[in-house]
């Protein structure tokens, strides 16, 4: 499935989980998509196994405005990502503006601190299950949710069903 004209923002941060960024990142790219890369800085990030990705440009010079969805990434990267305002900011409005945000692993951290899971039914890696309940979710243990336009995973190894997830909805609505 071909995601030409597509707009695709994804986080970085420090301590990213590799796969859960490069993984995502390359079957967008295949997909025909147009893919950027947004840090708090544009910096390079090292990752939880040291590997580096670099980011296309700082959050401070984006809007949600210029793309169709959101991926976040997983690690430890998520942390940091939600002690930046202007992250945070970026999240709550995608959302409200309808647009697909797909959050994998520690990623529905910052869906959380955005204030978006009220009502809504996630999953994510089980450490954070108690934060996101508290955030007003519903927590279940699957490899892949769907609840309108957030999908969420819970780690590397629900990476194939997050992305053909993810393609599906940017390709079918």
């Known amino acids: 499935m071909l995601m030409e004209n597509k707009r695709i923002a994804i986080f970085i941060a420090e301590m990213y989980e590799e796969i859960e960024y490069w993984y995502p990142y390359l079957r ?3 997909a025909m998509a147009d893919v950027t890369t947004i840090g708090a800085t544009v910096d390079s990030f090292a ?3 040291g590997i580096k990705a670099t980011a296309d440009v700082s959050i401070d010079h984006v809007k949600p405005d210029q793309f169709d969805a959101l991926i976040i990434p997983g690690g430890y990267a998520p942390d940091y990502m939600r ?3 202007a992250m ?11 647009k697909v945000i797909a959050a994998i692993c520690h ?4 869906l959380a601190s955005a204030n978006i899971l009220k009502n809504r039914t996630v999953t994510s ?3 954070i299950k ?7 979710a519903y927590w279940i243990d699957q490899n892949v949710v769907i609840d309108g336009q957030l999908i969420t995973s819970r780690n590397p190894e629900d990476l194939p069903i997050f992305c053909k997830s993810f393609i599906e909805k940017m390709v079918k609505g």
Do not use: C, T
């Open 47 to 49: 990752g939880k196994h």
């Open 28 to 30: 967008m790219k295949e």
């Open 107 to 110: 990623g529905p951290w910052l």
């Open 130 to 136: 108690d934060d996101l309940v508290n955030a007003g």
């Open 88 to 98: 945070v900011d970026f999240v709550r409005r995608i959302h409200e503006q309808g």
């Open 125 to 127: 890696f089980y450490s």
């Open 83 to 85: 002690r930046e305002p």
